[in-house]
Nanobody, 117 residues
């Protein structure tokens, strides 16, 4: 059974930082593309960042230069370092995994990120 468990969300002021973690189990982690999506209230789910098994990384334009996705295959964990946070980043952030370029096969339950002064 595949499980993705996110952690690290919370309330932060604009300009602050958070690091999200996603621990994966039940998958051959090293072979998977991992990603982060987010969904704000009343909005569609948006792809934020992906990291493929070979290390290829992509970001949505709005987070380039501020967010960094990384993975630790020894720990079966993917991270999202979020710096210079803006109120527009407020959303539920979901970890995802898949065997193809878009990681949509498996999903975590999400972790709330709120950026507010």
């Amino acid at each position: 059974q595949v499980q993705l468990v996110e952690s690290g969300g919370g309330l932060v002021q604009p300009g602050g930082s958070l690091r999200l973690s996603c621990a994966a189990s039940g998958v051959r982690f090293r072979l998977y593309t991992m990603g982060w999506y987010r969904q704000a209230p009343g909005q569609q789910r948006e792809l934020v960042a992906t990291i493929q098994a070979g290390g290829n990384i992509d970001y949505v334009d709005s987070v380039k230069g501020r967010f960094t996705i990384s993975r630790d295959n020894a720990k079966n964990t993917v991270y999202l370092q979020m710096n210079s946070l803006k109120p527009e980043d407020t959303a539920v952030y979901y970890c995802s995994a898949g065997l193809y370029r878009l990681p949509v096969a498996h999903w975590g339950q999400g972790t709330q990120v709120t950026v507010s002064s």
